[in-house]
């Protein structure tokens, strides 16, 4: 049982899915729901359901790198970024 404040994932990857609906760029223009959903897939697939959390997120400010990762607990919330 983690303790209280304490996440139960080692990792935790969120994806920014915002949609400005063309007035201006944002990440859904790329498919980032569709990558979402992959990343949820390949999550179950290698059966890391429970340690490895796969979320949504709005516009985090890095349009060209909006999905991120923070390593739980052991480095806090420094999130890493990929494009
Ligand atoms: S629109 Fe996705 S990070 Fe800003």
């Known amino acids: 049982m983690p303790k ?3 996440s ?9 899915t915002n949609d400005r609906g063309g007035e201006r760029k944002s ?3 790329n498919n980032s729901q569709l990558i979402k959903s992959k990343l949820k897939d390949a999550v179950n697939e290698k059966g890391w359901k429970g340690k490895v959390r796969i979320s ?3 516009c985090m400010g890095a349009l ?5 990762f923070d390593d739980l607990p052991s480095e806090g919330m420094g999130f890493r970024s990929f494009s």
């Open 4 to 6: 209280q404040n304490e």
């Open 8 to 16: 139960p994932y080692v990792s935790h990857g969120f994806v920014c």
């Open 27 to 29: 990440c859904a223009d």
């Open 56 to 58: 949504t997120s709005g």
């Open 64 to 68: 060209r790198q909006g999905l991120q």
